[in-house]
């Protein structure tokens, strides 16, 4: 098993900042990508960042390019994303995950979610 902590939520102004972080533990090792989704009220979840533990490979969603930057620590096993120039649209909750894939960025190719933390942007 594998266990997610998020952490770092709140709100914001839009053009604000927010760093959420996500600690693992459990079978870590076992773990190829780590993870960001949201899910707004009404909508499905959908993809946001993820990043390998191995090499630090990324992926990004396109509406958050040049503005979110995932990284990870593997000793402390903490996956952070770093959230700059906020909008209105990124209001959501924030989960974090992890999946025994290699860059990952399907739901469901995800097999361990943490609880989610609230992000709101007012404008």
């Known amino acids: 098993q594998v266990q997610l902590v998020e952490s770092g939520g709140g709100l914001v102004q839009a053009g604000g900042s927010l760093r959420l972080s996500c600690v693992c533990s459990g079978r870590t090792f076992s773990t190829y990508t780590m993870g960001w989704f949201r899910q707004a009220p009404g909508k499905e979840r959908e993809f946001v960042a993820a990043i390998s533990w191995s090499g630090g490979t990324t992926d990004y969603a396109e509406s958050v390019k040049g503005r979110f930057a995932i990284s990870g620590d593997n000793a402390k096993h903490t996956m952070y994303l770093q959230m700059n120039s906020l909008k209105p649209e990124d209001t959501a909750v924030y989960y974090c995950?992890?999946?025994?894939?290699?860059?990952?960025?399907?739901?469901?190719?995800?097999?361990?979610w943490g609880q989610g933390t609230q992000v709101t942007v007012s404008s």
């Open positions: 995950a992890a999946a025994f894939r290699f860059r990952a960025t399907m739901v469901n190719e995800y097999s361990f």
